[in-house]
T-cell receptor, first 112, second 113 residues
Framework: EDQVTQSPEALRLQEGESSSLNCSYT??????LFWYRQDPGKGPEFLFT???AGEEKEKERLKATLTKKESFLHITAPKPEDSATYLC?????????????FGKGTMLLVSP | DTEVTQTPKHLVMGMTNKKSLKCEQH?????MYWYKQKAKKPPELMFV???????INESVPSRFSPECPNSSLLNLHLHALQPEDSALYLC????????????FGQGTRLTVV
């Protein structure tokens, strides 16, 4: 069974204090790993897709990396508007259709 | 444009009511999904439609009935729900059923009273 574990569950940072979120996974054949950002009461917002170990993607202050066992979301010099829950998901292959298995998320709070 | 539109944003319904949630996308995506999300939990897959055909039903109770009238629309019909069905219902779409990222709508906050 595919599993996704995110750590920490919650992270509080000061504005400008860089850090990393972790997503470790076990999956029978990784098709893709996705990062989403979710604000309270809203739907997840797509951030990145990673398909193979060694791959890196960047967007503004965010950088996602992938190894064979885990992915990191690095946040450089965060701002209060980066506060959100960050979800990691792995793509499984279920009866010919891709489905997402989500981790429980990391709730990030950035204080001014 | 990566927009998936869900209506209504909020819905309160009694346990004997019948209501429908609607989802629309104009990205030409051929796979559409319903997810359910409880507070402080990750989204859980309910249904997958691929090319307007139901492909996956994750053992969802029959009081939830999905419908895909065409490639741009997805409905979720609700009947005789229980209070524990209160949750954020999310619609998503992807280019196809394989190896592509899914884009989510803003969700419908459902409260069953």
């Amino acid at each position: 069974e595919d599993q996704v574990t995110q750590s920490p569950e919650a992270l509080r940072l000061q504005e400008g204090e860089s850090s990393s979120l972790n997503c470790s996974y076990t999956v029978s054949g990784l098709r893709g790993l996705f990062w989403y950002r979710q604000d309270p009461g809203k739907g997840p917002e797509f951030l990145f897709t990673l398909y193979s170990a060694g791959e890196e993607k960047e967007k503004e202050r965010l950088k996602a990396t992938l190894t064979k066992k885990e992915s990191f979301l690095h946040i450089t010099a965060p701002k209060p508007e980066d506060s959100a829950t960050y979800l990691c998901a792995v793509q499984a292959y279920n009866s010919g259709y891709s489905t997402l298995t989500f981790g429980k998320g990391t709730m990030l709070l950035v204080s001014p | 444009d990566t927009e998936v539109t869900q209506t209504p944003k909020h819905l309160v319904m009694g346990m004997t009511n019948k209501k429908s949630l609607k989802c629309e996308q104009h990205m030409g995506h051929r796979a559409m999904y319903w997810y359910k999300q409880k507070a402080k939990k990750p989204p859980e897959l309910m249904f997958v439609y691929s090319y307007e055909k139901l492909s996956i039903n994750e053992s969802v109770p029959s009081r939830f009935s999905p419908e895909c009238p065409n490639s741009s629309l997805l409905n979720l019909h609700l009947h005789a729900l229980q209070p524990e069905d209160s949750a954020l219902y999310l619609c998503a779409s992807s280019q196809s059923g394989q190896y592509t990222e899914a884009f989510f709508g803003q969700g419908t906050r459902l409260t069953v009273v």
